[in-house]
């Protein structure tokens, strides 16, 4: 391109970017995706965001020495801005370390589409949740069913109120899929709190509640762990 | 024992202070043309006072001053049109216990090599324990230990606590590279370990039925690492896009094994050998494994605005530590008489996934689009029968109708989804999408072997004028499936002799459905607006709502809905203002029901009885609010900035009991953080200011699991007394950010 003389008016652009611009949308973003068809573009047409009529300057700033998005730690700030309830989850007692700046939104999903449904990074959840968790991949010997399909059954990755960011709390949340004989079924309540005199309290309440005995719910390898206690 | 904390500033800390301000000098003659923003240095000293254990939860800081460095440098930017080679350096926290650093050097559409390193702490929990050893995998008492039955005769189990902090360090490091050649071919490789180390507790077991556990909580030792290793050709052509990779991910645990001295003494139901002093208990830790997965991909313009994309990934996991002993007690061990039918589990699991995308966005109103996905893992371990000692605690019970005569159940897992969806543009400021999809999902030694969920989903988007724009989302799905087997897991893992021995043939509650398993409805709501009346304000607001109905569980979750409602607000002045501020509210609702029976000869009799019903009806909250506020003064020369941040989370759970029950009421659970920002710059110069910052932060929370609940406090579990974290802390910073 010619550069213009002194004085000379220069030529308007061939597209403007932003959501200020004349410019369609698609065209907006084809204009980086011409660039970027290996990595961004290529799962980008019929992906979660772009169905969502974002625009690449939504996000990204491209004339910027830093451009923001590309830095992890800004990434809960900036997908917080349209995942309000994500960016308020992260500030739940029990969350990853979104919001303290130690993990970025991409660690788990591809901005740009992927394999994964919810535009993770993996082909599916625990893919993605082993890539960091390797510890719990297995194959156990005692796999526990849930566990094995999906993490999310049990743990919400955003942040929860719950240890563990478990969807709800121990033991109770044990109890929706255990109502075996004796303790599995018992009504926990505050019948179960220690009092004055101890020793006291229900070990199936207090403490670690059901992983005061039942340490491995990922599954266990130990051949005399069938009930998940080795 | 294994304790992160960094304290006053170490020699390290001032030596790579020195080190990166002398690195920093030699760049600012070396980069003179590059931008300001990635050229700058900051160097501070932060003071933490207080007890604070939460606040460093993930910067592993403690009380006492720290020095803080971070830096940004680079030469060029990205978009060098020259095709001049650019580097960027990125170090931040260093001098922290958590510094990350990262360099990468670019030449444009030639190479790209990058390097990383950052330290992760978390955890970071105070207890005691009276466990010898800690660190290592082998846990002992101290002499003059006195065993007994339950933690009330042990009269040296206050005396022998000491001190232990549970947390865990992860430092990882990473190398890349990347090169485009021939037009329009790159090839990535990427290398990354990650290695974690540190402490975290889990309950060691003795005991052989669930009427004789004794606990000790244990430190387990951690030290594990995972090595990932990720290659890609790659091919962009106009129209044609193609990617292979491999993936590659080995998982190495230094520990196989965590074995305790039993700190009980021998009772009832045990074998004599298992109690004090020679008893002792072994678990299983993290077996080594690995995963590796080849994918290929392809995506195809088929014509302008309408896109294929065939991707398709083949894997394997597989796990074959070889199996710790049925037991570590070398006089029960004499009595094994089924041998292990294997030396270790030679575990595997074949993973395939297939994602077919149609996608078109043609110029007219309509766009449209299909979608496929196949995710299969099948889990080719082998059955066998285990004849496993309970707890460490019994001689092996090898008999036919013997319970602990398990055979293992290596379940697999196949789901399909099929997608339409559609949206159609009315002008260029509203839409309607609509969509429907269909999961089936299969599964094997379920109790329920085939689901199927079928969902649809509507939603309607609108702009008026510039100022205001609006939309609103409805999805409704229901989830149904095959006959649910609620007993099929038992009797697939026991003997059909020992089935034979249990009345009614079945573990859990035949009214059962377990959540993920169970029928289901659930309706979805989410409605989002924004405004902006002039060109300083912002406001938006969102609010969501979901409901699901389990609608043919008798016992298990019966029902939940979940709210929330989120508002935002900004400001912008042209005169120096700035101010933002958010406030949100969550209802989280849960309902669960359930019947408590027993075993012996009531147990039929029991689980049928309407009076042993309960139920528990969940009820948490959390309210968010922030405020921030932001002024340059004396024509720029200083800013000042304001953040308060609140964020309370209050729990309750109601225990409601059938006539033949008793119960009491629970506690409410409450956990509260108040953080208080200010921060204040001084523009000593053009390039040159300086930061004072103050951050205090407050944190209470009562949790009557583990409030008041001491190593003692129950009978048969000694616990690490873990209290809830109940702090005030207050943090200053004075920092010199320099940009060259």
């Given at each position: 391109?010619?550069?213009?003389?002194?004085?000379?008016?220069?030529?308007?652009?061939?597209?403007?970017?932003?959501?200020?611009?004349?410019?369609?949308?698609?065209?907006?973003?084809?204009?980086?995706?011409?660039?970027?068809?290996?990595?961004?573009?290529?799962?980008?047409?019929?992906s979660?965001?772009?169905?969502?009529?974002?625009?690449?300057?939504?996000?990204?700033?491209?004339?910027?020495?830093?451009?923001?998005?590309?830095?992890?730690?800004?990434?809960p700030?900036?997908?917080?801005?349209?995942?309000?309830?994500?960016?308020?989850?992260?500030?739940?007692?029990?969350?990853?370390?979104?919001?303290?700046?130690?993990?970025?939104?991409?660690?788990c999903?591809?901005?740009?589409?992927?394999?994964?449904?919810?535009?993770l990074?993996?082909?599916?959840?625990?893919?993605?949740?082993?890539?960091?968790?390797?510890?719990l991949r297995?194959?156990?010997?005692?796999?526990h069913?849930?566990?094995?399909?999906?993490?999310?059954?049990?743990?919400r990755?955003?942040?929860?109120?719950?240890p563990?960011?478990?969807?709800?709390?121990?033991?109770?949340?044990?109890?929706?899929?255990h109502?075996?004989?004796?303790?599995?079924?018992?009504?926990?309540?505050?019948?179960?709190?220690?009092?004055?005199?101890?020793?006291?309290?229900?070990?199936?309440?207090?403490?670690?509640?059901?992983?005061?005995?039942?340490?491995?719910?990922h599954?266990?390898?130990?051949p005399?762990?069938?009930?998940?206690?080795? | 024992?294994?304790?992160?904390?960094?304290?006053?500033?170490s020699?390290?800390?001032?030596?790579?202070?020195v080190?990166?301000?002398?690195?920093?000098?030699?760049l600012?003659?070396?980069s003179?043309?590059?931008p300001?923003?990635?050229?700058?240095?900051?160097?501070?000293?932060?003071?933490?006072?207080?007890?604070?254990?939460?606040?460093?939860?993930f910067?592993?800081?403690?009380?006492g001053a720290?020095?803080?460095?971070?830096?940004?440098?680079?030469?060029?930017?990205?978009?060098?049109?020259?095709?001049?080679?650019?580097?960027?350096?990125?170090?931040?926290?260093?001098?922290?216990?958590?510094?990350?650093?990262?360099?990468?050097?670019?030449?444009?559409g030639?190479?790209?090599?990058?390097?990383?390193?950052?330290?992760l702490?978390?955890?970071?929990?105070?207890?005691?324990?009276?466990?010898?050893?800690?660190?290592g995998?082998?846990?002992?008492?101290?002499?003059?230990?006195?065993?007994?039955?339950?933690?009330?005769?042990?009269?040296?189990?206050?005396?022998?606590?000491?001190?232990?902090?549970?947390?865990?360090r992860?430092?990882?490091?990473?190398?890349?590279?990347?090169?485009?050649f021939?037009?329009?071919?790159?090839?990535?490789?990427?290398?990354?370990?990650?290695?974690?180390?540190?402490?975290?507790?889990?309950?060691?077991?003795?005991?052989?039925?669930?009427?004789?556990?004794?606990?000790?909580?244990l430190?387990?030792?951690?030290?594990?690492?995972?090595?990932?290793?990720d290659?890609?050709?790659?091919?962009?052509?106009?129209?044609?896009?193609?990617?292979g990779?491999l993936?590659?991910?080995?998982?190495d645990?230094?520990?196989?094994?965590?074995?305790?001295?039993?700190?009980?003494?021998?009772?009832?139901?045990?074998?004599?050998?298992?109690?004090?002093?020679?008893?002792?208990?072994?678990?299983?830790?993290?077996?080594?494994?690995?995963?590796?997965?080849?994918?290929?991909?392809?995506?195809?313009?088929?014509?302008?605005?309408?896109?294929?994309?065939?991707?398709?990934?083949?894997?394997?996991?597989?796990?074959?530590?070889?199996?710790?002993p049925?037991?570590?007690d070398?006089v029960?061990?004499?009595?094994?008489?089924?041998?292990?039918?294997?030396?270790?589990?030679?575990?595997?699991?074949?993973?395939?996934?297939?994602?077919?995308?149609l996608?078109?966005?043609?110029?007219?109103?309509?766009?449209?689009?299909?979608?496929?996905?196949?995710?299969?893992?099948?889990?080719?371990?082998?059955?066998?029968?285990?004849?496993?000692?309970?707890?460490?605690?019994?001689?092996?019970?090898?008999?036919?109708a013997?319970?602990?005569?398990?055979i293992?159940?290596?379940?697999?897992?196949?789901?399909?989804?099929?997608?339409?969806?559609?949206?159609y543009?009315?002008?260029?400021?509203?839409?309607?999408?609509?969509?429907?999809?269909?999961?089936?999902?299969?599964?094997?030694?379920?109790?329920?072997s085939?689901?199927?969920?079928?969902?649809?989903?509507?939603?309607?988007?609108?702009?008026?004028?510039?100022r205001?724009?609006?939309?609103?989302?409805?999805?409704?799905?229901?989830?149904?499936?095959?006959?649910?087997?609620?007993?099929?897991?038992?009797?697939?893992?026991?003997?059909?002799a020992?089935v034979?021995?249990?009345?009614?043939?079945?573990?859990?509650?035949?009214?059962l459905?377990?959540?993920?398993?169970?029928?289901?409805?659930?309706?979805?709501?989410?409605?989002v607006?924004?405004?902006?009346?002039?060109?300083?304000?912002?406001?938006?607001?969102?609010?969501?709502w979901?409901?699901?109905?389990?609608?043919?569980?008798?016992?298990?979750?019966?029902?939940?809905?979940?709210?929330?409602?989120?508002?935002?607000a900004?400001?912008?002045?042209?005169?120096?203002?700035s101010?933002?501020?958010?406030?949100?509210?969550?209802?989280?609702?849960?309902?669960?029901?359930?019947?408590a029976?027993q075993?012996?000869?009531?147990?039929?009799?029991?689980?049928?009885?309407?009076?042993?019903?309960?139920?528990?009806?969940?009820?948490?909250?959390?309210?968010?609010?922030g405020?921030?506020?932001?002024?340059?003064?004396?024509?720029?020369?200083v800013?000042?900035?304001?953040?308060?941040?609140?964020?309370?989370?209050?729990?309750?759970?109601q225990?409601?009991?059938?006539?033949?029950?008793?119960?009491?009421?629970?506690?409410?659970?409450?956990?509260?953080i108040?953080?208080?920002d200010l921060?204040?710059?001084?523009?000593?110069s053009?390039?040159?200011?300086?930061r004072?910052?103050?951050r205090?932060?407050?944190?209470?929370?009562?949790?009557?699991?583990?409030?008041?609940?001491?190593?003692?406090?129950?009978?048969?579990?000694?616990?690490?007394?873990?209290?809830?974290?109940?702090?005030?802390?207050?943090?200053?910073?004075?920092?010199?950010?320099?940009r060259?």
């Open positions: 391109m010619r550069r213009p003389a002194r004085g000379e008016r220069r030529a308007a652009p061939d597209r403007g970017f932003g959501r200020q611009a004349a410019t369609e949308p698609g065209q907006q973003n084809q204009a980086c995706i011409d660039c970027h068809r290996i990595d961004a573009g290529m799962h980008w047409l019929g979660a965001h772009e169905s969502a009529g974002l625009l690449c300057s939504d996000c990204h700033q491209s004339h910027a020495a830093s451009d923001p998005a590309l830095d992890k730690a800004n990434e700030a900036l997908c917080g801005t349209c995942h309000q309830q994500q960016r308020a989850e992260m500030l739940r007692p029990s969350a990853h370390p979104l919001h303290d700046g130690r993990m970025g939104c991409s660690d999903h591809a901005a740009h589409g992927g394999l994964g449904s919810s535009l990074t993996g082909g599916n959840v625990n893919e993605t949740c082993y890539t960091c968790h390797a510890e297995g194959p156990f010997l005692w796999e069913a849930p566990a094995r399909e999906d993490c999310m059954h049990c743990h990755p955003h942040g929860s109120v719950h563990a960011m478990l969807t709800q709390r121990t033991p109770f949340l044990c109890q929706q899929c109502l075996a004989q004796f303790h599995p079924s018992t009504a926990l309540s505050g019948t179960g709190l220690a009092g004055p005199n101890l020793p006291s309290g229900s070990q199936s309440l207090l403490g670690k509640d059901c992983q005061n005995c039942h340490a491995q719910a599954g266990s390898n130990h005399s762990g069938a009930s998940t206690t080795r | 024992m294994n304790t992160h904390s960094a304290n006053a500033p020699a390290r800390c001032r030596l790579a202070m080190i990166s301000l002398l690195l920093a000098g030699s600012v003659q070396a003179n043309d590059a300001e923003a990635c050229r700058q240095v900051d160097l501070g000293l932060a003071y933490v006072s207080g007890d604070a254990f939460r606040y460093g939860r910067t592993g800081n403690s009380d720290n020095a803080v460095l971070n830096m940004e440098l680079c030469r060029g930017n990205g978009h060098d049109a020259e095709g001049r080679p650019v580097w960027r350096l990125r170090a931040r926290d260093v001098g922290l216990a958590t510094p990350a650093v990262e360099a990468s050097l670019l030449r444009q030639r190479y790209r090599v990058w390097g990383e390193f950052d330290r702490v978390t955890g970071r929990d105070a207890g005691q324990t009276p466990l010898q050893g800690v660190g995998a082998s846990l002992g008492l101290p002499s003059g230990w006195v065993p007994a039955a339950t933690t009330a005769g042990m009269s040296q189990l206050l005396p022998s606590l000491g001190d232990l902090t549970l947390s865990q992860r430092n990882r490091r990473g190398i890349g590279a990347a090169l485009w021939a037009d329009s071919w790159k090839f990535e490789a990427r290398a990354r370990e990650d290695r974690k180390q540190g402490l975290r507790s889990i309950a060691g077991l003795m005991g052989n039925t669930g009427g004789n556990p004794r606990v000790i909580m430190p387990e030792p951690l030290d594990q690492r995972t090595r990932l290793f290659a890609s050709l790659s091919h962009a052509g106009p129209r044609l896009q193609l990617r990779g993936h590659l991910s080995d998982f645990n230094a520990h196989s094994g965590l074995v305790w001295q039993n700190p009980f003494a021998a009772i009832a139901g045990w074998a004599p050998s298992a109690g004090f002093p020679n008893g002792r208990g072994q678990l299983s830790l993290p077996p080594d494994n690995r995963f590796h997965q080849l994918s290929l991909g392809a995506g195809l313009d088929i014509v302008p605005g309408t896109r294929l994309n065939l991707d398709l990934a083949m894997g394997q996991m597989r796990q074959n530590q070889a199996f710790l049925y037991t570590v070398p029960l061990a004499a009595s094994v008489v089924a041998p292990l039918p294997r030396a270790s589990l030679d575990g595997r699991i074949d993973t395939r996934l297939v994602v077919l995308r996608a078109s966005r043609p110029q007219g109103p309509w766009s449209w689009g299909f979608d496929y996905r196949f995710d299969e893992r099948d889990n080719r371990s082998p059955r066998d029968s285990y004849v496993g000692i309970g707890g460490d605690s019994q001689a092996q019970d090898a008999s036919e013997s319970g602990r005569r398990r293992n159940l290596p379940v697999s897992y196949r789901e399909q989804r099929l997608g339409l969806n559609a949206a543009r009315f002008g260029t400021r509203s839409d309607l999408r609509m969509g429907i999809e269909r999961r089936d999902i299969d599964r094997t030694w379920s109790v329920r085939d689901s199927e969920e079928t969902r649809l989903n509507l939603g309607l988007r609108s702009r008026i004028g510039e205001f724009h609006a939309g609103l989302r409805w999805v409704g799905s229901r989830r149904s499936g095959s006959t649910y087997l609620g007993n099929r897991p038992f009797l697939d893992s026991h003997t059909p020992y034979d021995t249990v009345p009614g043939a079945f573990e859990n509650l035949p009214g459905r377990q959540y993920h398993l169970a029928d289901r409805e659930r309706s979805q709501w989410a409605l607006a924004g405004f902006a009346p002039s060109a300083q304000w912002n406001l938006g607001a969102s609010a969501g979901t409901r699901d109905d389990y609608r043919r569980s008798e016992f298990g979750l019966t029902d939940s809905l979940q709210r929330n409602v989120q508002l935002d900004s400001f912008q002045s042209q005169s120096g203002w101010a933002h501020g958010f406030a949100g509210r969550e209802w989280m609702a849960f309902d669960q029901a359930a019947r029976f075993g012996g000869a009531n147990r039929l009799t029991q689980a049928a009885d309407p009076a042993r019903n309960w139920s528990a009806a969940h009820r948490d909250r959390v309210d968010s609010l405020l921030g506020v932001a002024r340059r003064v004396l024509d720029g020369r800013s000042l900035r304001a953040d308060v941040a609140q964020s309370r989370a209050l729990g309750s759970v225990v409601s009991v059938g006539p033949a029950l008793s119960a009491a009421p629970l506690p409410e659970n409450e956990a509260r108040g953080t208080l921060a204040s710059d001084f523009h000593l053009e390039r040159t200011s300086l004072l910052g103050l205090q932060e407050r944190f209470r929370s009562a949790d009557f699991a583990t409030n008041g609940v001491g190593p003692n406090t129950l009978a048969n579990v000694i616990l690490l007394g873990q209290d809830s974290p109940d702090y005030r802390v207050h943090a200053i910073l004075l920092s010199l950010r320099h060259f």
